[in-house]
């Protein structure tokens, strides 16, 4: 189980992912990459928030959704009982 301040981004998949794509692909490709870095960040911090302490796979969970599936967690993580529940694919 990890907590909010075990939280070292950098260290992530997603983030070493996306900054190596980005010096890969450029510019472009990379600036849409940190923002998907940053809305990942963003999520995490808000399920932190509602959730309290992450289990471990939460973070792959996050960094293997479609931006689309993000949103969708993002519109309910207000209305979720539970992590499981927020983090199942289906929609609304």
């Known amino acids: 189980m990890m907590g909010l301040t075990d939280i070292d981004l950098k260290q992530t998949r997603f983030y070493q992912d996306a900054f190596a ?45 479609s931006t689309r599936q993000k949103e969708l967690w993002a519109d309910r993580i207000l209305d979720a009982p539970s992590l499981e529940v927020l983090l199942a694919q289906s929609g609304k």
């Open 21 to 65: 794509e980005g010096f890969r692909f450029g510019y472009k490709q990379g600036f849409a990459l940190g923002i998907a870095l940053g809305a990942n960040k963003i999520l995490l911090l808000q399920i932190w928030r509602r959730f309290g302490t992450l289990p471990e796979w939460v973070e792959d969970k996050l960094s293997q959704a």
